[in-house]
């Protein structure tokens, strides 16, 4: 959010501050053998706990994006990537169709594309946005009710066209298909 501020304001104490949240975050909640976040730490005990959300990687690959476009330093480039790459080989799971998905929840999933978008604005990899391209299309044609709402499993594997559905999983995919228009460059 400060990030955000900066780009918005331009002042100089946004990204002082940017980068102190940034370096606790990847201090105490990167998992350096994976490369991807964890989910909190405990001010209570001290514990991290280690499960994993894609909505954790994604919010700090989109903090490296921008902390690299405004200070320059390469060093936040590099951690996107690594990031992206460590996110890639641990959510994104390849169908026996051969479609890819990422087994959590949507609109978590939109927070990783959201990361995966500002890492391709810069370094123009279609690798990590074609992975989640690949299930929401999947899922867009396999994967929804006769009412043409989405299932909160993407891979159709499980039957829910009689589930309610969560108003959260349907509003995602309005964004995640905007933020794929807008690569493709049909709005702008």
């Not at 989405?150 to 999983?169: A, H, N, S, V």
Request: contains cysteine; aromatic residues 14%.
């Amino acid at each position: 959010m400060v990030l955000k501020l900066y780009q918005s304001t331009k002042e100089e104490k946004y990204p002082k501050e940017g980068k102190l949240f940034y370096d606790w975050m990847m201090t105490h909640l990167e998992d350096s053998t994976l490369h991807i976040i964890w989910n909190s730490l405990s001010t209570v005990n001290g514990k991290t706990d280690k499960v994993f959300y894609t909505y954790n990687t994604g919010t700090m690959i989109q903090s490296s994006v921008r902390l690299y476009n405004i200070t320059g330093e390469k060093k936040y480039l590099n951690n996107a990537k690594c990031l992206a790459e460590g996110s890639y080989r641990y959510f994104v799971k390849k169908s026996e169709s051969g479609f890819s998905y990422i087994d959590d929840l949507p609109w978590f999933n939109i927070v990783l594309f959201r990361g995966y978008q500002e890492l391709f604005e810069v370094d123009r990899n279609p690798k990590y946005i074609n992975a989640i391209i690949s299930g929401a299309d999947w899922a867009w044609e396999n994967a929804r009710d006769k009412c043409g709402l989405i299932y909160k499993d993407w891979t159709g594997r499980k039957d829910e066209k009689k589930q309610p559905k969560w108003l959260l999983d349907e509003s995602c995919m309005a964004e995640l298909y905007a933020r794929i228009a807008i690569i493709k460059g049909e709005i702008k």
